[in-house]
């Protein structure tokens, strides 16, 4: 669409400089056009381009849109020095620049008389026409940069459904205030989904709780650990507890966070302990099950920076405990601007510095002894969305 307004303006243009040498050639006499075309060099050449200065060339003439402005400014003053001083040039500059333009037109544009300069009669012909140019090519520079600002740089981030905000947050809004101009976008997927979108192009980086080999395809760069916890409502019996053992689950309400890709793993810890789970309430959406378990509606499972309801507290699992770690992904080999200056902010973001969690309710988390999940899987390149 960008190169068809670009061709129509050009088109426009030869048009427009055509039509004026044509009237001229009418009126004045193509012997005199020609002598004078002749003597500048620039009979048969043919230029269409459009740059800071525009040049305009059609049927032997070149103008230059400085040039143009520059007369139409003398057309409104009458008066040199008033206009190279309107065009913020300098008088001389101003006058060679008309005095080209009259060349380049084959007559005088303006009669230059003490107090009585006037435009000649091919100055009054030809002035309509070079303001509708001037005009056209404005509005021609004002929608290009219109277009280019539409066209932001857009970096797309996958994550995965059980990836909270607590944690990432604070770090998007460093990088967002350090590359200003760059729009961040949010993608949410499952891993198998996020890697098909970034081999196919349509995400820069994916953020993934990584479990297993690594895949050869990608490229990892950790960002930080988090533990699994147990969240309840406040005034719960497991709010006197520094941690929660899987057993400790027996008698209570469960609700089940169904976009949880390690729900088989649980359900099977919970069968080798000797209990069956009851699980009175399930849903994928995050928000829900935090507000059900704030509601008194049992309790559940989920990792410690996906936690953002303060009507609940969050204890951490125990026997098992289970930590996951997780790492920003992009395609090896493949360099994408916006994804290379993320990368390069994450390296520089003090992680470890942000490892104390300010929540009182969550200090007893990071200082108690882990144990990297480890799950069973038949993939080679597995990742578990917790």
């Known amino acids: 669409m960008c190169q068809q307004r670009n061709a129509r303006t050009i088109r426009f243009f030869s048009i427009m400089i055509s039509t004026i040498t044509k009237a001229r050639d009418n009126r004045f006499g193509a012997s005199r056009w020609l002598g004078g075309a002749a003597a500048s060099g620039k009979i048969g050449r043919r230029r269409q381009t459009i740059g800071r200065r525009f040049a305009i060339t059609g049927d032997g003439a070149s103008v230059e849109l400085y040039q143009i402005r520059y007369f139409l400014a003398l057309c409104e003053t009458l008066n040199f020095a008033r206009a190279a001083e309107r065009c913020n040039v300098s008088q001389p500059s101003l006058t060679r620049a008309v005095q080209k333009l009259e060349q380049e037109l084959g007559g005088l544009l303006i009669r230059r008389e003490r107090r009585l300069t006037h435009l000649t009669e091919l100055g009054e012909l030809v002035r309509p026409m070079l303001e509708e140019v001037l005009s056209h090519s404005v509005r021609t520079v004002a929608a290009a940069k219109r277009h280019s600002s539409l066209n932001k740089t857009v970096l797309r981030l996958g994550i995965m459904p059980s990836i909270g905000p607590v944690r990432l947050a604070p770090f998007l809004v460093r990088?967002?205030?350090?590359?200003?101009?760059?729009?961040?976008?949010?993608?949410?997927?499952?891993?198998?989904?996020?890697?098909?979108?970034?081999?196919?192009?349509?995400?820069?980086?994916?953020?993934?709780?990584?479990?297993?080999?690594?895949?050869?395809?990608?490229?990892?760069?950790?960002?930080?650990?988090?533990?699994?916890?147990?969240?309840?409502?406040?005034?719960?019996?497991?709010?006197?507890?520094?941690?929660?053992?899987?057993?400790?689950?027996?008698?209570?309400?469960?609700?089940?966070?169904?976009?949880?890709?390690?729900?088989?793993?649980?359900?099977?810890?919970?069968?080798?302990?000797?209990?069956?789970?009851?699980?009175?309430?399930?849903?994928?959406?995050?928000?829900?099950?935090?507000?059900?378990?704030?509601?008194?509606?049992?309790?559940?499972?989920?990792?410690?920076?996906?936690?953002?309801?303060?009507?609940?507290?969050?204890?951490?699992?125990?026997?098992?405990?289970?930590?996951?770690?997780?790492?920003?992904?992009?395609?090896?080999?493949?360099?994408?601007?916006?994804?290379?200056?993320?990368?390069?902010?994450?390296?520089?973001?003090?992680?470890?510095?942000?490892?104390?969690?300010?929540?009182?309710?969550?200090?007893?988390?990071?200082?108690?002894?882990?144990?990297?999940?480890?799950?069973?899987s038949g993939k080679p390149h597995a990742a578990t969305d917790v």
Request: glycine content about 4%.
């Open 175 to 376: 990088f967002a205030a350090e590359c200003v101009g760059v729009e961040l976008t949010l993608v949410e997927a499952p891993i198998p989904r996020l890697n098909d979108l970034l081999l196919r192009s349509n995400l820069d980086a994916a953020v993934v709780a990584y479990v297993g080999h690594s895949d050869r395809r990608f490229r990892y760069c950790q960002l930080y650990q988090e533990r699994i916890v147990i969240v309840a409502p406040k005034g719960h019996r497991f709010e006197q507890f520094e941690a929660v053992r899987l057993r400790d689950l027996q008698n209570e309400k469960l609700s089940f966070r169904t976009n949880c890709d390690m729900s088989d793993f649980l359900l099977e810890s919970c069968r080798k302990q000797g209990f069956e789970p009851r699980i009175v309430y399930s849903s994928a959406r995050e928000d829900w099950v935090q507000t059900m378990v704030a509601s008194g509606f049992g309790v559940t499972v989920m990792p410690e920076f996906s936690h953002t309801d303060a009507a609940t507290i969050a204890r951490p699992l125990i026997d098992p405990d289970l930590v996951r770690q997780l790492s920003l992904v992009t395609v090896a080999g493949r360099r994408h601007e916006p994804a290379a200056v993320l990368i390069r902010t994450i390296r520089a973001h003090a992680w470890q510095a942000e490892n104390a969690p300010r929540d009182p309710e969550r200090c007893s988390l990071m200082f108690l002894p882990k144990r990297s999940l480890s799950m069973p």
